[in-house]
């Protein structure tokens, strides 16, 4: 009975958890009520994941009864419900390890707030990857949008509200593209339905409107996904947030938005249009190139580790978007491969770094010097997350540059191939530093020595590291669903 | 605005009717132009009117805090909770015609419902933004 209904409640049960936190007044409830329900809605993409297997096409789901392409239509296909995992998985594990921070790091009064911020974006993130309505995406990118303003702006130092500010400006400049853009895709031609979309736009594909439209949603959604010169938004967001928020949106919200940007231009505007009439390979693949080498120059010379990590993603936000530009079937799957990676990697990297400021109260290099005799446990997830990151063989990391570097020799780009490899050492040298300062160098005077970050944040770090292990060595999961996820982009089916 | 004889007898007067024009829109929004988010404005209008007239401290008497914050989530939880319904009378989530006796019936008694979780969250959230505006360095 409850099976057919599943692609509304992976929304709704959120969304409903949302309002019933503020409504606890208390901290304690307002988590339980949020951890139960992260963990159903993940335990809800997973039976998605298995339907959308057995099924072996899409699944939809009428909102209202309404049949599309006039309702909104909720479709789950091998895209959208490998977002869904990965997305749901990282919010459970994360919120699971967000009690102990949230207590550290929010005021008692506000912590059911918190909560309630946190299932909302969740919420957002969900329903932005599950709907197949081009205007519904845009009503779930400003939820999850604005709930994480608020998170941001909950972090400790006064600096998080200039943060959230300087995002809450570009994030709805960015969300205001999207909308022109859907405004004008819906002028031409009458409908929000993706799958209608695509369909009619094949007939108006010489409209000028619809190079505009074009235009608008791609700079629009780079923007959300912070590609490179556009991403000036996202260091402080990150840097400034409350651990336990920036472990979760650093994983989760750029690939949304890098998922979305997959949606639009494969699934609406169609390869034909967007890589043979028109040059978005090229208009991608520049900043793309960049982003991966200035992200990570950037990063090297961070003092705060959470803003190198954050600039760190900008470089493999880089690398994800230089698969989709590529548009091959290799290329797409490594892009998506690497949107669940790089969620794993860097939810597992900023746990980290959230139970060492627990315990110093600070992210800052010099403050970490030594700390891995006292926190070994906590050094050691950052130093396998790390290598991860760097794209060692054995870690999820590798698989994904492994791909990447397959598609591109693939299309005879050498270049592109040593570039990547190139740009491997940058992530060395950043990675590198940190565990040179925790692991040799002696603790700073006047620091207090400390103990080992408590069990309840710890398994969830490591649960998150492991999944790193995991992912690189048992690839089933990941690379057959992106293989098929590739396959459906371009062409229409698995 | 002690001294404000006129301001203050005026708004006494108009503040019944300001709230029934909102409940007036709210409840006729199905027949003619209006729905929730105008009602909740307008009613949000007449508690910022008499916080305007009679002080912030009174207004805050009259709309406490604590039962602003669950009126904002009580809207919210109407709205997604009436979606919710269908789901066990065999209709899928937002769909109202089982709802009624007839599907025009359910339909209209779910967009009421609806309607109303939209006015009471729009007219708690426009009176918690005036008092945090207006209690702005009042309170810290």
Redesign the interface.
Known sequence: MIAP?LP?LQV?LP??A???C??T?NGRLAWLLALLVSWAAFAISVALLLQVLAAGEPIT??????PPPWGIEYRVDILNVFVLLIVSAIGAVVLLYAYRSVEREIAPDRQHLFY?MYVLCLTGLLGITITGDAFNIFVFLEISSLSTYALIAMGRRRKALTAAFQYLILGTIGATFYLIGIGLLYMVTGTLNLVDLNQRLADVQDARAVLVAFSFVTVGIALKLALFPLHLWLPNAYAFAPSAVSAFIAATATKVSVYVMLRLVYGVFGVDFAFGAEPLGMVLFVPALIAVFAGSLVAIFQINIKRMLAYSSVAQIGYIVLGLSLATQTALLAAVVHLFNHALMKGALFCVLGCIFYRIGSVRIEQMAGIAREMPWTMAGFVVAGLSLIGVPLTAGFISKWYLVQAALEQGYWPLAVAILLAAPLALIYVWRVIEAAYLQPVPAGREPVREAPLVMLIPTWILVLANVYFGIETSLTVENANRAAALLLHGSW | MKHHRVLRIAAKLLIPFIMLFGLYVQFHGDFGPGGGFQAGVIFAAAIILYALIFGLENARKVAPT?IV??L???G??LF??V??VP?FLG???????PLGATQQSGQHIGILLVEFGVGITVAATMIAIFFQFAGRGRDE
């Not at chain 1, 789901?61 to 309404?66: D, H, Q």
């Not at chain 2, 209709?91 to 015609?97: E, R």
């Open positions: 209904h509304a709704v969304l409903i949302a309002p019933l503020v409504l007044f789901y009428a909102l209202g009864g309404w309630a | 604590r914050t669950m904002i989530s009580a919210v939880l997604a909770g979606g919710v789901m209709a899928n989530y937002l769909d109202y015609s």
